[in-house]
């Protein structure tokens, strides 16, 4: 059933010395094994500095937040930098009423983002 | 640029979409839309989902007016089953009555619809917009309209 | 310019739409998009829709992932009525389970979450987004939640 | 219900000779009463070119279709010119699928319309 299918795409990239993470689609339970990896594999490469940059994610539920949220813990733990982009306005609010917006800084867009990790 | 994968989900049994409308126009509506965005979530291209709408309009519309016509709190039922990469509507009605004007072979006569007789058009569209339909009527009970179409 | 109008149409009977789902992670989005569909349709705001979503797609995935957990062939069913200016939508599942965790009064804890700890926030972020809600559930039977978002 | 309502709005204006009768929302057999009147009330007033100017209309039937082919033969009876314009792909495709497109020419614009029909 296509539209039950893994519709999330997550890749990463470098923007100088910030590493961007791709999150395209659905960010639901089924979004744990990609995004996760994605934030390992960075991190073993030993970014600092961590952009989540959200495109047409038209849909995020509580079991993709608790992701991001275990995200921003690992972020914690190993001193990197997060901030989020490209998040449309409804999730902008969710993010900010959870209270996740205090630990990671959300910026309309991704050069925004990567501006103020890089300065 | 790195691309993650998540292992692959079991796929679940081919369990239908069911959505029961009250018999009345307008509702045709919230048929059309749920379609529509079952069809967008599975990857349909924008002209498809537009023939689609239209399609499950007129099925709709045929199941208030025709085959629910004259009973009171009928419903109409939807079924929508996604299968691969087929979706197929079933649209059913309470009543039974014969269909009788070709299920929609002929192109409607504009010439006469332009003399002021009553061509109906519905069949003819639903068949210019799905790959498969099929009309079944069951005595005593209703009509069901099933339409299939496949994405690429 | 000049507008023209139509004679008043008699409202219907206020029977409402239901929508039969597997019980199946994703399903939910199906769900969510009808109701969207409809509250567009009734002319919510777009904040509100956008609410409204999140709402039910918490709504669904609790009734699949806690109320219908471990039934096979289960189904959720949601009922949406509309009634002048409200939309009312009910999410019901089959299986029995007390709600324990206060029904969403509490803003999650983040800290907890933080610490690892498993701190569930559905019934909260329902909470938030629609006007009035309600959770009941009848021994042996299944949960209901009961939502209402009001237009204007 | 609010969706079941009348969401039809039907307006019209002039445009130098042209009438061009704005139609908005669902053209369905409720759109029936709204887009004969206004019809009636411009050929009373001596409109002899005519444009339908659909704006936003994502949904029209085959009712809608019908009493479009009415308007058609009333164009015809009383020798006005008839002309259509802001229909979407698809209604573009089906006007021309039923052959209305032989009887009024279709525009992508309002302003394509009336200058036709000017000229
Ligand atoms: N669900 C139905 N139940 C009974 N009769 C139907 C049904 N659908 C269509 N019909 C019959 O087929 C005819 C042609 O339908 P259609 O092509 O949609 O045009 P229209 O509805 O405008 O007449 C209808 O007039 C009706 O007699
Ligand atoms: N439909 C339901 N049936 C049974 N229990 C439910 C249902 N919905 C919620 N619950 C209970 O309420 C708890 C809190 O739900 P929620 O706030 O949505 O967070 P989460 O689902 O992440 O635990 C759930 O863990 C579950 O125990």
């Known amino acids: 059933m296509a539209f039950l299918d893994d519709t999330l795409e997550v890749t990463s990239r470098q923007h100088g010395k910030v590493t961007v993470i791709d999150i395209k689609g659905d960010v639901t339970t089924f979004a744990d094994a990609k995004i996760s990896e994605a934030y390992t594999t960075a991190t073993e490469a030993g970014a600092q500095q961590l952009v989540l940059n959200f495109h047409h994610s038209n849909y995020i539920n509580s079991a993709g937040i608790a992701i991001l949220i275990r995200i921003v813990t690992s972020c914690g733990r190993n001193g990197q930098k997060l901030a989020m982009s490209g998040l449309n306005e409804h999730f902008q609010k969710i993010f900010r009423m959870v209270g996740l917006s205090q630990y990671a800084d959300i910026y309309e867009t991704e050069e925004q983002a990567v501006a103020a990790l890089s300065s | ?152």
């Open chain 2, 1 to 152: 640029m790195r691309r993650f994968w998540s292992p692959k989900r079991t796929q679940p049994a081919e369990q239908p979409i069911e959505l029961r409308l009250p018999s009345t126009l307008g509702y045709e509506k919230v048929a059309m839309d749920t379609v529509a965005t079952v069809a967008a979530r599975m990857g349909f291209r924008p002209d498809q989902i537009a023939g689609l709408r239209t399609a499950v309009s007129e099925a709709v519309t045929n199941a208030i007016e025709h085959g629910n016509s004259g009973i009171r709190n009928a419903e109409v039922h939807v079924v929508i089953t996604v299968a691969g990469n087929a979706l197929t509507v079933r649209v059913r009605d309470q009543h039974y009555r014969r269909f009788n004007r070709g299920y929609g072979y002929d192109r409607p006569d504009l010439e006469r619809a332009l003399q002021g007789e009553d061509v109906g058009m519905g069949m003819w569209l639903i068949r210019q917009f799905v790959d498969e339909v099929e009309w079944t009527g069951v005595p005593g009970q209703g009509n069901e309209v099933r339409m299939v179409l496949r994405c690429q």
